[in-house]
């Protein structure tokens, strides 16, 4: 297993950019898929971006496609969320997620894999 912590969080306008950072520690990074998760008050958590080990799949949810961007750097054992264009319905506690999946493939979220503590996006003017 590995352990992350998320960081980059913050306050920020309408339109402007963010870049969220989730550092991870302890085993061997590159074998996961990593995943960013966001919940906002009173909503079920979802899937925001996602990257398989090999990073030959990705996925983007719908309200972020074009927007967000997620990457990662297995030497720095970093996986990161670009985000522009910030929009008030953007704002949640954003959560770093590392899994391995069978097969390869996207973090499965829920009770598998690990999970960062989260880092806080509010969106306001």
């Known amino acids: 297993q590995v352990q992350l912590v998320e960081s980059g969080g913050g306050l920020v306008q309408p339109g402007d950019s963010l870049r969220l950072s989730c550092a991870a520690s302890g085993s061997i990074f590159r074998v996961y898929a990593v995943g960013w998760y966001r919940q906002a008050p009173g909503k079920e958590r979802e899937l925001v971006a996602a990257l398989s080990w090999s990073g030959d799949r990705t996925y983007y949810g719908d309200s972020v496609k074009g927007r967000f961007t997620i990457s990662r750097d297995n030497a720095k054992r970093m996986v990161a969320l670009q985000m522009t264009g910030l929009k008030p319905e953007d704002t949640a506690v954003y959560y770093c997620?590392?899994?391995?999946?069978?097969?390869?493939?996207?973090?499965?979220?829920?009770?598998?894999?690990?999970w960062g503590q989260g880092t806080q996006v509010a969106v306001s003017s």
């Open positions: 997620t590392a899994d391995r999946p069978p097969y390869g493939g996207l973090p499965r979220g829920g009770s598998f894999g690990s």
